[in-house]
């Protein structure tokens, strides 16, 4: 199947740092690809949907400033979570998508923010 | 509006019973897919299976099941014979919006004990 690779893993920073995740399509070319939010215990939340070569979507009450996110290249999706505070501490999972329905899955990035 | 429903919050089972995962969708598309994903504890998403509305045939992938009644708008899960490696959260999802973005239940916490 698909593979979406997620870059760091893990991550533990101070307050007011910036913290950039990437999310890669390893095996196929995304035309779309999706940054979740995940609390402890709860289903995924959609923050942005973002398309290569244009500015991403955001979800209702998501904060573009506070999370930017570019989609450079047709495999590679970033997010950077700025000026990075404890509320910012989530799971932060990124999916890609090829043009058919199914989204594929990063493995997903553990932030920490002290 | 999509909406999904996973009314089991936690399925706990013995090793080797049967269980099946509930999931309720609602949708005004005439034509739609539907997701299982399995999110096991390491975090990330696995694609189970993608079903399309116009095919109500039931699919059997190994000891995994999967039971498709548009009538009562229900895709539900059953995994026979069931593994401690089964322990998971599934979640049931429903691609919605301009994006196809995915709607998302809950999850249902599975817990199987040997």
């Known amino acids: 199947g698909a593979v979406v690779s997620q870059h760091p893993s893990r991550v533990i920073c101070k307050s007011g740092t910036s913290v950039k995740i990437e999310c890669r399509s390893l095996d196929f070319q995304a035309t779309t690809m999706f940054w979740y939010r995940q609390f402890p215990k709860q289903s995924l939340m959609l923050m942005a949907t973002s398309n290569e070569g244009s500015k991403a979507t955001y979800e209702q009450g998501v904060e573009k400033d506070k999370f930017l996110i570019n989609h450079a290249s047709l495999t590679l999706s970033t997010l950077t979570v700025t000026s990075a505070h404890p509320e910012d501490s989530s799971f932060y999972i990124c999916?890609?998508?090829?043009?058919?329905?199914?989204?594929?899955f990063g493995p997903g990035t553990r932030l920490l923010v002290l | 509006a999509q909406k999904v429903t996973q009314a089991q919050t936690e399925i706990s089972v013995v090793e080797k019973e049967d269980v099946t995962l509930d999931c309720v969708y609602e949708t005004r598309d005439t034509t739609y897919y539907l997701f299982w994903y399995k999110q096991p504890p390491s975090g990330e998403l696995v694609f189970l299976i993608r079903r399309n509305s116009f095919d109500e045939q039931n699919e059997i992938s190994g000891r995994y099941s999967w039971n498709f009644q548009k009538s009562t708008s229900s895709f539900n899960f059953t995994i026979t014979a069931s593994q401690v490696v089964d322990s998971a959260v599934y979640f049931c999802a429903l691609p919605s919006g301009s994006a196809r973005q995915l709607t998302f239940g809950s999850g249902t916490q599975l817990t199987v004990l040997p």
């Open positions: 999916s890609a998508r090829a043009g058919t329905e199914t989204q594929y």
